[in-house]
Antibody, heavy 119, light 106 residues
Framework: QLQLQESGPGLVKPSETLSLTCTVS??????????WGWIRQPPGKGLEWIAT???????YYSQSLKSRVSISVDTSKNQVSLKLSSVSAADTAVYYC???????????WGQGILVTVSA | DIQMTQSPSTLSASVGDRVTISCRAS??????LAWYQQKPGKAPKLLIY???SLESGVPSRFSGSGSGTEFTLTISSLQPDDFATYYC????????FGQGTKVEIK
């Protein structure tokens, strides 16, 4: 059964860059038609899609975050990474990675990682 | 960008009630819509995809309908395990989530 696990620092200082990694197990990031996405959820709020990538390197970004976000894939490590620059308190959230088959619904999801932006 | 609007934001119901949650898209998305259930501290769980297809293992009391811009998630008989927050998500053009509907105990 495909499993995803997010990792990275739980605390980031304002104006710095948030960097997260999603490690895929029991499957390959290079699977045909499997796209990989990042979604976040601020405490007590709803879900916000951030970015999606295909193993070929094709990327899709949320218009509202596009200027600060970068998503990448490392097929040799079976990992997908997210970078979000110039963070502020508004970027405090649980960050999830998830697979989307043929760029559709998200399933499965990782357990999520809480990232707090604070000095 | 396609906007997704759910109603109501909060719904109070009792065990056994029939519950309906609405989701409206700002433009037509055909049937490119999914529904998720999320419980506190957990990742969202896929319930419905392509507007009305039930994900494997999801109880049959959950159903989805709609096309174009109007969609509905129905729980035919609310069970204790169903008290949670529900989200719709379009995948016609990029990906967008609704703001969520919390189903709470009446």
């Amino acid at each position: 059964q495909l499993q995803l696990q997010e990792s990275g620092p739980g605390l980031v200082k304002p104006s710095e860059t948030l960097s997260l990694t999603c490690t895929v197990s029991n499957g390959s990031v290079s699977t045909i038609s499997s796209y990989w996405g990042w979604i976040r959820q601020p405490p007590g709020k709803g879900l916000e899609w951030i970015a999606t990538i295909y193993y070929t390197g094709r990327t899709y970004y949320s218009q509202s975050l596009k200027s600060r976000v970068s998503i990448s894939v490392d097929t040799s490590k079976n990992q997908v990474s997210l970078k979000l620059s110039s963070v502020s308190a508004a970027d405090t959230a649980v960050y999830y990675c998830a697979r989307t088959y043929s760029s559709s619904w998200f399933d499965p999801w990782g357990q999520g990682i809480l990232v707090t932006v604070s000095a | 960008d396609i906007q997704m609007t759910q109603s109501p934001s909060t719904l109070s119901a009792s065990v056994g009630d029939r519950v309906t949650i609405s989701c409206r898209a700002s433009q037509s998305i055909s049937t490119w819509l999914a529904w998720y259930q999320q419980k506190p501290g957990k990742a969202p769980k896929l319930l419905i995809y392509k507007a009305s297809s039930l994900e494997s293992g999801v109880p049959s009391r959950f159903s989805g309908s709609g096309s174009g811009t109007e969609f509905t998630l129905t729980i035919s008989s609310l069970q204790p395990d169903d008290f949670a927050t529900y989200y719709c998500q379009q995948y016609d053009s990029y990906w967008t989530f609704g703001q969520g509907t919390k189903v709470e105990i009446k």
